[in-house]
């Protein structure tokens, strides 16, 4: 009966995840090629450069306090004005830091614009605070539904915001007005849809308790933050603009794969885990499901899409965006392994083991940065930075893994078991795929079309020829979604 319960709850909250994450992320990719088809590669690299900075504040003002608000059983009203309070003060400090730095950043960039639009963009760190209780508690009940629609919502408003001053020739400042309006339109909604009001207290037993698991999770998120925009801040630095522009529009459609499946994997799994972190039977079988299943799905997307980067660059961005598909295609080794990362770690946080995600934390960035220092001394160039980037990938998921295994008995030699069939059946995908576009001589529309056609028929007569279950439970989630949907507009109408 539980079983049944939390594979309910399980689907029903992966379905609105999903569905958010993955409509925003569309949505956004959609406004990001027509804005790119507006614009220049250089206006997108200016913003790029100064991605890190508002990340990595993003993530001392969020301290690990929603994780830690999300893992308490019964957390009171006193919790979340406090936490309430900490962001907001917080938000408001790390802006003045921001303002009164932007003119430093701008030197280092030898960009003096950045100066303006790092303070512009800055304000969302306070925006933000306004609607922070009120998604961690949407998180708390598994409510994902409503942060779908106020996710659609505000990216489709913020794009059409930014498109119209883009046509107006307004630049890079319509990318800037794209991000406020988008924050500022999903907090208005986040404030509206749930009737929370503050309490006039700040309970300092609340913030230490907190605290006390949430700072290692924000150290922890800080160092990832950091490693994660360090290509930005070097691209920028010790390249063009335009190559930057390259980059980050690249990453950007990686991204929209791995960001809504890792998102969705992490948002579902975390609360549920916790909800059963000590049943050690019924955990160990709902994280094995949960791992089999995303990477059913991420590989062949990811492979698929380094297979296909040549002709969806050309559709999609046009001629003048080409140089940024050998980079989709090396960014796409490295990403299909983001959802793997987001599981072993949650499980850290299952545990209560913050401690231990800070210290994996520390030893992956180490790792990580001898692999870039090694390819700027010996300038390696962009490429060398992102096959580092593939390698560090490769790297953490063994120490994740290994030091996650210990907790519930799940080694990382029966995750690869688990893993396997999937990793070699997207693979033989891939190739068809790759293979099918370079020996038919089409246009690159048709060619992308029959690519994508292939890829699927392939990978799901793969998935037969090798019974792989995952393919029925993909067929099974399918059908319960097409039912829920089914039902909603029975009871809409």
Not at 241 to 256: I, P, R
Not at 371 to 386: K, M, P
Request: proline share 2%; glycine share 8%; with cysteine.
């Amino acid at each position: 009966m539980q079983q049944s319960t939390l594979k309910k709850r399980a689907i029903s909250g992966m379905f609105w995840s999903f569905s958010g994450s993955i409509s925003n992320q569309l949505i956004q990719l959609i406004i990001q090629i027509i804005l790119a088809r507006l614009l220049v590669p250089a206006d997108f690299g200016i913003i790029g450069m100064i991605t890190v900075f508002i990340a990595v504040s993003q993530s001392i003002v969020d301290c690990g306090f929603a994780n830690a608000l999300i893992r308490e059983t019964e957390p009171t009203q006193e919790d979340y004005s406090t936490v309430f309070y900490y962001n907001l003060s917080m938000s408001v400090v790390l802006y003045v830091v921001l303002f009164f730095s932007a003119g430093a950043i701008g030197s280092f960039f030898n960009e003096p614009q950045l100066i303006a639009i790092l303070r512009a963009i800055a304000l969302i760190l306070i925006i933000n605070s306004f609607g922070f209780i009120q998604g961690t508690m949407l998180v708390r009940k598994l409510d994902f539904k409503t942060q779908t629609k106020i996710s659609v919502v505000a990216s489709v408003a913020s794009g059409i915001i930014a498109i119209v001053f883009a046509l107006m020739g307004f630049g890079v400042w319509s990318l800037v007005i794209k991000t406020l309006s988008m924050q500022v339109i999903s907090a208005i909604l986040m404030c509206i849809t749930i009737k929370w009001i503050p309490k006039f207290s700040f309970n300092a037993d609340s913030f230490r308790r907190l605290f006390g698991f949430g700072w290692k999770l924000m150290v922890s998120g800080v160092i990832d933050t950091l490693y994660s925009n360090l290509y930005y801040v070097i691209i920028g630095k010790f390249f063009s603009a335009t190559q930057l522009g390259y980059y980050t529009n690249a990453s950007k459609l990686t991204s929209t794969a791995t960001i809504s499946i890792t998102t969705s994997v992490q948002k579902v799994s975390y609360p549920l885990l916790s909800g059963i972190k000590e049943e050690e039977e019924t955990l160990r079988s709902a994280y094995r499901k949960i791992i089999k299943t995303s990477v059913y799905v991420i590989f062949p997307v990811m492979l698929g899409l380094a297979a296909v980067a040549k002709p969806l660059v050309m559709v999609v961005f046009g001629e003048r965006w080409m140089p940024s598909a050998q980079y989709i295609q090396i960014l796409c080794f490295a990403g299909m392994l983001y959802p793997l990362h987001a599981i072993n770690l949650n499980i850290l946080q299952v545990k209560g083991r913050s401690d231990l995600f800070l210290k994996l934390e520390i030893i992956k960035k180490v790792i990580g940065i001898s692999f870039i220092t090694t390819v700027l001394y010996f300038r390696l160039g962009i490429e060398g930075l992102l096959w580092a980037g593939v390698l560090g990938s490769y790297i953490a998921y063994f120490i994740n893994s290994r030091y996650s295994a210990k907790l519930i008995a799940y080694s990382t030699f029966q995750q690869i078991k688990d893993i396997i069939p999937s990793y070699i059946g997207s693979i033989l995908m891939a190739v068809l795929v790759y293979l099918s576009g370079n020996l038919l001589e089409l246009s690159y529309g048709a060619e992308l079309l029959l690519q994508i056609f292939i890829g699927v028929a392939a990978y799901m007569g793969i998935s037969r020829l090798f019974n792989m279950g995952e393919l029925d439970t993909m067929i099974e989630i399918l059908g319960m979604f097409i039912k829920k949907v089914r039902k909603d507009k029975g009871e809409n109408i």
